[in-house]
Nanobody
Framework: QVQLVESGGGLVQAGGSLRLSCAASGRTFSRNAMGWFRQAPGKEREFVAA????????VYADSVKGRFTISRDNAKNTVYLQMNSLKPEDTAVYYC???????????????????WGQGTQVTVSS
C-alpha cells in the first residue's frame, strides 16, 4: 500500500514559479514509477509529467515541456514538480500518482496508476 500526500500548491501570478512535492509512504517507492496529472474545472484529468523509478527517464506533456521539471529523491520518498513560467491555463488541481513497475519505465496513462494523492490546488492569475 502506498499513500501519497501533495503539497506546495498556491496562488501565483503569471510568469511565476511553484514547486510541488509528493511524499510517499511505504517501502516500495524506489520501484514506483511516478506521475503528475492535473484537472481543471469542467475538464478531464490530463497527464503532465512522469518519471521512472530510477529517475533516468522522464516525459512531459507538450503543454508544459520546457517549463516544468519532474524529479525524485528516493532517499526521501518524494517526487517533485518544478513549475516555471506559469500561465493562467496551468490553473488546476494537481495530483501525483504511483505504480510499481518491473523495470525503470515511464507511465503516462492515468488508468495504469494504482495510487493517487488527494491533490493540491494551483491557481495562476493573469
Amino acid at each position: 500500500q502506498v499513500q501519497l500526500v501533495e503539497s506546495g500548491g498556491g496562488l501565483v501570478q503569471a510568469g511565476g514559479s511553484l514547486r510541488l512535492s509528493c511524499a510517499a509512504s511505504g517501502r516500495t517507492f524506489s520501484r514506483n514509477a511516478m506521475g503528475w496529472f492535473r484537472q481543471a474545472p469542467g475538464k478531464e484529468r490530463e497527464f503532465v509529467a512522469a518519471i521512472s523509478w530510477s529517475g533516468g527517464s522522464t516525459v512531459y506533456a507538450d503543454s508544459v515541456k520546457g517549463r516544468f521539471t519532474i524529479s525524485r529523491d528516493n532517499a526521501k520518498n518524494t517526487v517533485y514538480l518544478q513549475m516555471n513560467s506559469l500561465k493562467p491555463e496551468d490553473t488546476a488541481v494537481y495530483y501525483c500518482a504511483a505504480v510499481i513497475t518491473p523495470k525503470a519505465i515511464v507511465v503516462v496513462t492515468s488508468t495504469l496508476y494504482d495510487y493517487w494523492g488527494q491533490g493540491t490546488q494551483v491557481t495562476v492569475s493573469s
